[in-house]
C-alpha cells in the first residue's frame, strides 16, 4: 500500500522557474527520500533526509522534513527542461523497504 | 557500466504462461530488492534480500511469486501462471548501506 501523497499530482511549469513538491505521510520514519522517474525508465536516487534532520541542499534541490506533520517538500531551483519527470517520495521506517508516494509529474516547458 | 542491470527490459506473455526475469545488482552491494509498479503508481515492495536470504515478503507476492538470491550475487523473479493482473514494470534495487537504494532500469512485463 502506498505509504503517503504526492501533491500536487502535476505541475507544469516554464524553465527557469522554481519547482515545489509536497509529501505526505503516516506512520514514523528513520529517513525520506526523493527520486526522480523518466518516463518509463527506473528510478534515480536525489536526495536522502534522516528523521532529526529539518532541511538538506543538494545543488539544485532542498528538502525539508517536519516529522511533526509528517510532511516533506522538495524544491528544485532554476529548473530546466530536462527536470521533467516524475518525482517521488519515498519513506523508510525500520525494514530498509521504502514505501513509495503515487508521484508528482513535473513538466518543465522550455 | 557498472549500475543495476535487468533482463529482460520487455516481456510479453500470454495468460497462464510462466516468466523469470533476472537481475545483476551492482558488485559491492550485498542488499537486494523487487518492487513493482503499475501504470500512474509509485513502485510497490515486493521483497528483500541481504546476501542470499530473503528476509521480507510483502503481502503483494502471492504464492504464484517466488524469487531466489543464489550465492547472494544475482537475483531471479519468477512469475507462474501470469494474469492480466500481473501486467505492470519489476524493479529491481540494490544497495550497500540499509539507506539509498540504487535501481536498475525494470521489466516491463505485458500479459495479454
Known amino acids: 500500500s502506498q505509504q503517503g501523497e504526492e501533491d500536487p499530482q502535476a505541475l507544469s511549469i516554464q524553465e527557469g522557474e522554481n519547482a515545489t513538491m509536497n509529501c505526505s505521510y503516516k506512520?514514523?520514519?528513520?529517513?525520506l527520500q526523493w527520486y526522480r522517474q523518466n518516463s518509463g525508465r527506473g528510478l534515480v536516487h536525489l536526495i536522502l533526509?534522516?528523521?532529526?534532520?529539518r532541511e538538506k541542499h543538494s545543488g539544485r534541490l532542498r528538502v525539508t522534513l517536519d516529522t511533526s506533520k509528517k510532511s516533506s517538500s522538495l524544491l528544485i531551483t532554476a529548473s530546466r527542461a530536462a527536470d521533467t519527470a516524475s518525482y517521488f517520495c519515498?519513506?523508510?521506517?525500520?525494514?530498509?523497504?521504502?514505501?513509495f508516494g503515487k508521484g508528482t509529474k513535473l513538466s518543465v516547458i522550455p | 557500466d557498472t549500475g543495476v542491470s535487468q533482463d529482460p527490459r520487455h516481456k510479453i506473455t500470454k495468460r497462464g504462461q510462466n516468466v523469470t526475469f533476472r537481475c545483476d545488482p551492482i558488485?559491492?552491494?550485498?542488499?537486494l530488492y523487487w518492487y513493482r509498479q503499475t501504470l500512474g503508481q509509485g513502485p510497490e515492495f515486493l521483497t528483500y534480500?541481504?546476501?542470499?536470504?530473503?528476509?521480507?515478503k510483502s503481502r503483494l507476492l502471492s504464492d504464484r511469486f517466488s524469487a531466489e538470491r543464489p550465492k547472494g550475487s544475482f537475483s531471479t523473479l519468477e512469475i507462474q501462471r501470469t494474469e492480466q493482473g500481473d501486467s505492470a514494470m519489476y524493479l529491481c534495487?540494490?544497495?550497500?548501506?540499509?539507506?539509498?537504494?540504487?535501481f536498475g532500469p525494470g521489466t516491463r512485463l505485458t500479459v495479454t
Open positions: 533526509i534522516r528523521s532529526n534532520e
Open positions: 519515498a519513506t523508510e521506517a525500520g525494514s530498509y523497504q521504502l514505501t
Open positions: 534495487a540494490s544497495s550497500y548501506s540499509p539507506y539509498e537504494q540504487y
Open positions: 534480500f541481504q546476501n542470499e536470504a530473503q528476509l521480507e
Open positions: 506512520t514514523s520514519i528513520n529517513n
Open positions: 558488485s559491492e552491494h550485498n542488499r
